[in-house]
T-cell receptor, first 111, second 113 residues
Framework: GESVGLHLPTLSVQEGDNSIINCAYSNSASDYFIWYKQESGKGPQFIIDIRSNMDKRQGQRVTVLLNKTVKHLSLQIAATQPGDSAVYFCAEILNAGKSTFGDGTTLTVKP | DTEVTQTPKHLVMGMTNKKSLKCEQHMGHRAMYWYKQKAKKPPELMFVYSYEKLSINESVPSRFSPECPNSSLLNLHLHALQPEDSALYLC????????????FGSGTRLTVV
């Protein structure tokens, strides 16, 4: 249930497995990145963020990795649960609040 | 209060109507945003307000007119829309200084008929 490096529009994993969701960003001047989770009928929900001067940041069950050399961002979810099923977006933020969202990945967690 | 509240949740309007979308937050955030999201697509930035002043307009057609009456409120005035403007309109807010993420509302589902 993992994919490394390649952005996939959909990802299906078994409950309890780890998930890796990938994102490529476009602007090397972006200095802040955010991962969002969007459930059906709701707005995006902040999960975790990372600044461009970092390459890794951990939260509760989630880790974000940033590779500025190849302009790649990944979100790792440990012990994926059915409640993690949603669409996940990365967003790159330039100065002054200009943000660009990547194409989302729909994560489906099978019980 | 850690929410962004958007009203109405659903709106159907004709192409000759004038309507307004409203957004409110009481987190003391001084940056507020409007996004447009089409089905199965990522949100697209439309406008950014910083300290109640328009700082970014992403070449949005003039039939969309934003307004920020005070630091807690953000409106989006709609006039003479087209059916292709049907989408989910999301409001978000954040601190001016990056690092705290953005808080999004649940959006207004707009249908133009």
């Amino acid at each position: 249930g993992e994919s490394v490096g390649l952005h996939l529009p959909t990802l299906s994993v078994q409950e309890g497995d780890n998930s890796i969701i990938n994102c490529a960003y476009s602007n090397s001047a972006s200095d802040y990145f955010i991962w969002y989770k969007q459930e059906s009928g709701k707005g995006p929900q902040f999960i975790i963020d990372i600044r461009s001067n970092m390459d890794k940041r951990q939260g509760q069950r989630v880790t974000v990795l940033l590779n500025k050399t190849v302009k790649h961002l990944s979100l790792q979810i440990a012990a994926t649960q059915p409640g993690d099923s949603a669409v996940y977006f990365c967003a790159e933020i330039l100065n002054a609040g200009k943000s660009t969202f990547g194409d989302g990945t729909t994560l489906t967690v099978k019980p | 209060d850690t929410e962004v509240t958007q009203t109405p949740k659903h709106l159907v309007m004709g192409m000759t109507n004038k309507k307004s979308l409203k957004c409110e937050q009481h987190m003391g955030h001084r940056a507020m945003y409007w996004y447009k999201q089409k089905a199965k697509k990522p949100p697209e930035l439309m406008f950014v307000y910083s300290y109640e002043k328009l700082s970014i307009n992403e070449s949005v057609p003039s039939r969309f007119s934003p307004e920020c009456p005070n630091s807690s409120l953000l409106n989006l005035h709609l006039h003479a829309l087209q059916p292709e403007d049907s989408a989910l309109y999301l409001c978000a807010s954040s601190q001016i200084r990056q690092g705290d993420g953005y808080t999004f509302g649940s959006g207004t589902r707009l249908t133009v008929v």
